[in-house]
């Protein structure tokens, strides 16, 4: 098993730029969810999704799109990029149904400079 | 405002020696408690958990033991190894939202000096 993989490790843009950071898990988990971790802030939910075609908004979900499509898929959506939203970004998933204190598995992050 | 605060940035400690890592919380509706721990350049792992049922859990090297009353909890290494050199995150969850979303402190940086 690959667990929870992210795409791409580094990414650099420009203010008011678009993208797309991958997110993919192959543990049939069906909760998932994106977090930004800024210094002295800890990781912050941004949003979740419990299944296929359901999300939900966390803490900070300004300035960020999610959809859910696949229960392996969970990209989050930056339509113009900010210097606030430089950070680092984790996306994780864990089981949920039946199983609601399950620990979340992470990916390794994306380091997102915006310039 | 943060509801789950580490408020210990870093910790050196000598190899075998005890680690201990505090996490403070400041929401009752806590109920879940979780500690994960960060290499560079990694995502966080899982380490070890606490309902508030219990006071005390035990896995192998690590204990985690909540004080309710004061909102308090902490994790023990005994003995603490180099390869426990991490940052160590405590987070929570709420009996409204649940696991959906867990609160996170800001992290406390372990150095253990072989």
């Known amino acids: 098993n690959a667990g929870v993989t992210q795409t791409p490790k580094f990414q650099v843009l420009k203010t008011g730029q678009s993208m797309t950071l991958q997110c993919a898990q192959d543990?049939?988990?069906?909760?998932m969810s994106w977090y930004r971790q800024d210094p002295g802030m800890g990781l912050r939910l941004i949003h979740y999704s419990v299944g296929a075609g359901i999300t939900d908004q966390g803490e900070v979900p300004n300035g960020y799109n999610v959809s859910r499509s696949t229960t392996e898929d969970f990209p989050l959506r930056l339509l113009s990029a900010a210097p606030s939203q430089t950070s680092v970004y984790f996306c994780a998933s864990r089981y949920s149904l039946g199983r609601q204190n399950s620990p979340l598995h992470f990916g390794n992050g994306t380091r997102l400079t915006v310039t | 405002d943060q509801q789950v605060k580490q408020n210990s940035p870093s910790l050196s400690v000598q190899e075998g020696r005890i680690s201990i890592l505090n996490c403070d919380y400041t929401n009752s509706m806590f109920d879940y408690f979780l500690w994960y721990k960060k290499y560079p350049a990694e995502g966080p792992t899982f380490l070890i958990s606490?309902?508030?049922?219990?006071d005390k859990n035990e896995d192998g090297r690590f204990t985690v033991f909540l004080n309710k009353s004061a909102k308090h909890l902490s994790l023990h290494i005994v003995p603490s190894q180099p390869g426990d050199s991490a940052v160590y995150f405590c987070?929570?969850?709420?009996?409204?939202?649940?696991?959906?979303?867990?609160?996170f402190g800001t992290g406390t940086r372990l150095t253990v000096i072989p």
């Open positions: 987070a929570a969850s709420d009996q409204i939202t649940g696991a959906n979303n867990l609160f």
């Open positions: 606490i309902s508030s049922i219990k």
């Open positions: 543990m049939n988990h069906e909760y």
